[in-house]
Structure formats: C-alpha cells, structure tokens
C-alpha cells in the first residue's frame, strides 16, 4: 500500500521533468512495456532481452536511448536499482554504435552557382535589412572562406565569439 505521501513526492519528482521529457518517457515507457507496474521485479537481464528485441526489429539506436532513458528514469521514481547502469547495457550500446553504418554524407558544397540561389531570400525573409543581413552573411562566409561556425556565435548570448561589426571592414573597392 502506497502511503498518501508517497504520491506527493512522486508528483514532486515528475514534476521536475520538462512536460516534452515527461510525455516522451511516458510514451516511450508505454509503447515499450505495455504496463504501468513493469518496473516491478525488472532487472538487467529483462533490459538487454530488450535491447535485443529492438536490434533484431531494426530500431534506431536514437530510438532504443529515449526508451532507457525512460527505463532509468522510471526506476528512480519507484526506487530500485536502475537495470541499464549495468556495464553489460553500456557495453551493449557502445556495440550497436560501433555496428551502425555511418549515415551518407549528403551535404552539398556551396559554389557560385549555388550561392547565388541562396542569396535570393525574397520569399523567406520578413524585411529587406533581413535580406540584407543574410546576404551579408553568406557571402562573406564564402568569399572570407570562414565556417559559419566561425561567423555566428553558438547561443544568443556569446558576444565575442563570432565575427562581430566591428570585425568587418566595407569598401567600394
């Protein structure tokens, strides 16, 4: 029998979780399980069981760690030890990684050509001064030969890491 308390704190606990993560582990846990209780008398040998079904039916590896994610995160939740902290699942893993192809790479170089249809962003952009700006930046990534990485710093709050106005010297010439 679950104390009154006991649902509190479960309700504090779940709470913690961002409602896109909860939703995912609970979906993730249903679509996998099939049952609420599951987690009772579940154990490191029910998970790779499991995790080889998954392989066997071709699931994405991507898709195989949302649902131990959810596995791990449920056995917190009712206190038991967490079957995928197991060296065996870790090692598991690492070999299905190690097994998956590398996906084609299907990027594409940018030439003249290609950044000329880039460079027409009428139908994308709101403003002209956004037009503007994407231009500016496009074609300075490809003409200074920068990555864009280079460019645009990696949050919004990352002054200093990108090239900034002050970088950047216009001419007529």
Same mark, same amino acid.
């Given at each position: 029998? #679950? #104390?009154?308390?006991? @649902?509190? #704190? ?6 913690? *979780? ?8 609970? %979906?993730?846990?249903?679509? %996998?399980?099939?049952? !609420? ?14 995790? $080889? ?7 994405? *590896?991507? *898709?195989? $760690?949302?649902? *131990? ?13 967490? !079957? ?32 000329? @249809?880039?460079? #027409? ?6 403003? !002209? =001064?956004?037009? %503007?700006?994407?231009?500016?930046? =496009? ?35």
């Amino acid at each position: 029998m #679950v #104390v009154a308390w006991c @649902h509190i #704190v479960l309700d504090l606990i779940g709470a913690s *979780l961002a409602p896109k993560t909860k939703h995912m582990y609970e %979906s993730a846990w249903r679509v %996998s399980f099939n049952s !609420p209780t599951a987690m009772e008398g579940f154990n490191t040998e029910d998970v790779l069981r499991f995790l $080889r079904r998954k392989r066997e039916c071709g699931k994405s *590896l991507q *898709l195989v $760690r949302r649902q *131990l994610l959810s596995i791990a995160f449920f056995a917190g939740l009712k206190g038991v030890r967490d !079957p995928t902290k197991d060296p065996r699942m870790r090692r598991a893993i690492l070999g299905w990684e190690c097994m998956t192809l590398p996906k084609e790479n299907v990027r594409k170089l940018i030439d003249v050509a290609r950044l000329a @249809h880039i460079v #027409v962003l009428h139908q994308v952009c709101k403003s !002209p =001064y956004e037009v %503007s700006l994407f231009r500016f930046t =496009y074609l300075l990534t490809f003409f200074g030969a920068c990555r864009i990485s280079e460019l645009m710093a990696p949050f919004k709050a990352g002054q200093g890491t990108g090239i900034e106005l002050a970088d950047v010297i216009l001419s007529d010439s």
